[in-house]
């Protein structure tokens, strides 16, 4: 059959090639890391720094589509590939590796992100604070996931002693939230899309910790809002595959958090909790298939996801015989780690 590479070597790019190999497809993943969890379940791994052209190039030539699991990966590489390989385009990864640009990029579609300012430079972060105002966080513009790379500012006492990374920061207003939410959607090659039913996110210290269906009654009022601009930021970018957003949901409706340009976490339940994945979504959708239905199977579902030293007890998860449990073959569990996650339908 057909292959498909897969740029980043983490639990979603294990996932996604578990669901291509369902459809008949062989996976061949490309990371920087000596192994990594998505090669052991797939047909071929390259291991090799994003730089090297060589290795990319040679890469790309076994493969008939080329997606990601990881929106990091340096896009300047890939401009030098076929741009008909990529799905979603590289533009997709450049408005979401960059915090500024992808709050304006949706503010000109309509969206509403938190108030923010660019922090370029540790001298702009008093300025910010002024017109933004306080309480706040301060976020680097690149590279944080899993709320790493941010600082709460209460007042302007804390802006002493912060540094900014020389690659900058953003500096947003905290939004008081009743619940946050995400709209996942998967857009196919002829620019048709579908959306999974919105969950109540939860998280913890920066780190999603649960998802649950059915949402308070504030989500079903603004998931339309939301979709809507979800679809506008699929359509501006042309993109192809699986898309997220995620939102504050407040009094005066939906705020624009931060978007994804993959699968995403709060997506996961989709495996046992929907007609079609995410994952299987998003492999239909790079290869030009028609994509699969995305309603829910169920009225309820939680989704916990398994994090840290005590998630490898897969006895203990096991336990509840309607509990579906996943694990990423992780070796090591680190405090705040990504380990699995435990989904669980009607
Ligand atoms: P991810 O793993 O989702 O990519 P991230 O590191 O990019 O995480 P954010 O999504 O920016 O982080 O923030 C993580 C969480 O912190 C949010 O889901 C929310 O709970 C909280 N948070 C972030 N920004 C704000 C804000 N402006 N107001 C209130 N809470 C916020
Ligand atoms: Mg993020
Ligand atoms: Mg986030």
């Known amino acids: 059959g057909s292959t498909i590479g897969i740029l980043g070597g983490g639990q979603l790019g294990r996932m996604l090639a578990m669901a291509a190999a369902q459809l008949g497809y062989r996976c061949h993943i490309y990371a920087p890391q000596k192994d990594c969890v998505a090669a052991e379940v797939s047909a071929s791994f390259t291991s090799a720094e994003w730089h090297d052209r060589e290795a990319l190039a040679a890469f790309a030539q076994g493969c008939e589509v080329i997606t990601y699991e990881f929106e990091n990966v340096p896009t300047e590489p890939l401009l030098a590939l076929p741009a008909d390989l990529l799905a979603p385009g590289p533009r997709a990864l450049e408005v979401a590796q960059d915090r500024v640009r992808e709050k304006r ?19 702009d972060l008093v300025p910010a604070l002024e017109r933004i105002g306080t309480p706040g966080i301060l976020k680097t513009r690149r590279d944080g996931y899993d709320g790493k790379g941010q600082w709460t500012i209460t007042g302007a006492a804390d802006a002493n002693g912060i540094r900014v990374p020389h690659t900058g920061a953003v500096y947003e207003r905290k939004v008081a939230f009743e619940c946050e939410f995400s709209v996942v959607m998967a857009r196919g090659r002829d620019g048709a899309a579908r959306f999974w039913d919105s969950t109540r996110n939860r998280h913890d ?21 939301a979709r809507d601009l979800a679809e506008k930021v699929a359509t501006a970018l042309g993109y192809v595959g699986v898309l997220t957003l995620e939102f504050f949901a407040t009094e005066d409706g939906p705020v624009f958090n931060e978007m994804a340009p993959r699968v995403h976490n709060s997506g996961h339940w989709t495996i046992e909790g929907a007609v079609t994945s995410q994952f299987e979504n998003h492999i239909r959708a790079i290869c030009g298939l028609p994509l699969g239905d995305t309603g829910s199977v169920a009225h309820r579902m939680v989704m916990d996801n398994l994090i840290g030293p005590d ?13 579906h449990v996943h694990l990423y073959g992780k070796g090591e569990a680190r405090a705040g780690r990504k380990m699995g996650h435990v989904t669980r339908v009607g």
């Open 105 to 123: 990029f949706v503010e000109n579609l309509g969206g509403r992100p938190a108030p923010f300012a660019a922090v370029d430079h540790d001298s």
């Open 205 to 225: 210290d920066g780190i999603l910790a649960h998802c649950e269906l059915p949402p308070p009654a504030i989500v079903n009022a603004q998931v339309g809002a």
């Open 311 to 323: 998630a490898l007890d897969i006895r203990r998860h096991c336990s509840d015989p309607t509990a």
